[in-house]
Structures are given as structure tokens and as C-alpha cells.
């Protein structure tokens, strides 16, 4: 089949072409999306850098399930998976490198989806607990807007490990890595900051939160990519 075949030559390494088709896929997304929907792009931008366009855009009805939302979960899903993978094939970080496949990226990114689908669920059940509904919803909503935004950041990063100079491979790496990092960071301070200015939840209950809900899933993803790299 066409995709499984080696036909596009990176000066990095060489390109197998269902990987040009998944970045040319993921490019025509954004640019169904701005042209179909700008004016809820233009807005899910400013709800990214202004808190009160977040949390407005977070009480909406049916935000997360709007197609803006879905495509561009989607986007992620695919982009991470694909970085994740060029990461630990490329031989920068393991001697080993792991096969670049389609079945590879195929199965990384249901592994993404899982992580995502049961960091939500759990934060339904958490919700149940702390039985503050409209603040794990802005959580929620937050989680997915730095994720979907990281994801279009992480569009050209993969386009130049790809196809870019070998020299330049692994400042893309460190700075992809640097930029899931950031949205990490950005995504714990403004939830927990939330939390802790109005009051909304113990100290106990943040510390559950973080242990079992962010540091867990980070470091269970970490083992899985050494795994994968050795």
C-alpha cells in the first residue's frame, strides 16, 4: 500500500508518505475550521490569553462538543502522537530507536485518547467528591483549550523535525518538549490558582488531585516512551 511505502527523502531521515498525508491532513483541519468557523476560532484564541473570554466560552452550551472543539481534539491527538513518535525514533534520546510505523503512531495515539478519555472521566467522579460541578467544568474546559492550542503549535515543529536540516532536529525536539511543558504548567497554575483564591476546594483535595490526576498520568506516559525506546 502507498502509505507504508518510503518515498519522501528528509534530510532528518527518510519520510514514510502516510506521514505527509496525516500533516496534510491535519493543515487542511485548521484551515476548514478558520474558514467555517473563524469567528469561534478568533474567539477560542482569546479565550487561550484572557481569562474572562475562557471562562465565558466555558459556560457555553455545547462547548466542548461544538465541532471546533472535536476537530481540533482530533488535531492534538494526531499531532502529539506524531511528535512522540519522531521523538523516540529519531535516536536523539534512545540508542534504540523504535520503528517508525503507521501501526506505531496508530497505536500511540489510542494511547493519548485513553489518557485524555480517563483524565475526564476521573475528574467527573472527582467532581462528585468535591461536588463543585462549575469549577471541574472550567478545569475541563481548560485542559482541553491548552491541549488543542498545544496541538497547533506543535504542527510546525513537526513539519521541520520532518523534513528540515538535521542540524536543526534536536532544538525542535527540546523546544516541543518545552512547549508541552509550558502548556502543562499553564493549564496546572490556572486551575489550581482558581481554586485557591476562591476557596472551592482543601489543600488535601489538591494534592489528591495532582498526585492522581496530572503527576500519575505524566509519569506512566515518561515509562511508556522509555519503553518504546529501549
Same mark, same amino acid.
Given at each position: ?22 500533516? =496534510? ?56 502522537? !506524531? ?61 482541553? +483549550?491548552?491541549?488543542?492550542? +498545544? ?12 523534513? &528540515? ?10 523546544? &516541543?518538549?518545552? =512547549?508541552?511543558? !509550558? ?8 486551575? /489550581? ?12 483535595? /489538591? ?24
Amino acid at each position: 500500500m502507498l502509505i507504508f511505502q518510503n518515498s519522501i527523502d528528509s534530510k532528518y531521515y527518510y519520510q514514510p508518505s502516510w506521514v505527509l498525508i496525516i500533516i =496534510l491532513l491535519l493543515i487542511i483541519i485548521l484551515g476548514y475550521l478558520y474558514s467555517a468557523y473563524r469567528s469561534r476560532v478568533d474567539t477560542f484564541i482569546k479565550a487561550v490569553f484572557i481569562s474572562r473570554f475562557s471562562i465565558q466560552a466555558s459556560r457555553e452550551e455545547r462547548s466542548l462538543s461544538h465541532p471546533v472543539s472535536l476537530l481540533l481534539s482530533i488535531h492534538f491527538i494526531f499531532i502529539v502522537s !506524531l511528535f512522540i513518535l519522531q521523538v523516540i525514533s529519531s535516536g536523539i534520546f534512545f540508542k534504540n530507536r523504535t520503528d517508525f510505523s503507521f501501526v506505531s503512531f496508530a497505536l500511540l495515539s489510542v494511547v493519548v485518547f485513553t489518557i485524555y478519555f480517563l483524565k475526564i472521566l476521573f475528574l467527573k467522579i472527582f467532581d462528585l467528591i468535591i461536588d463543585k460541578r462549575e469549577k471541574v467544568s472550567e478545569y475541563i474546559f481548560t485542559i482541553f +483549550l491548552t491541549t488543542q492550542f +498545544l496541538g497547533i503549535l506543535l504542527l510546525p515543529i513537526v513539519i521541520f523535525i520532518a523534513y &528540515g536540516p538535521p542540524v536543526y532536529s534536536a532544538f525542535f525536539t527540546y523546544l &516541543g518538549f518545552a =512547549l508541552m511543558a !509550558l502548556a502543562f504548567s499553564v493549564r496546572i497554575g490556572k486551575g /489550581i490558582g482558581s481554586v485557591l483564591i476562591k476557596k472551592e476546594a482543601t489543600m488535601f483535595y /489538591i494534592i489528591l488531585y495532582l498526585c492522581t490526576f496530572e503527576i500519575l498520568p505524566v509519569l506512566t506516559g515518561l515509562k511508556l516512551i522509555m519503553r518504546l525506546g529501549h
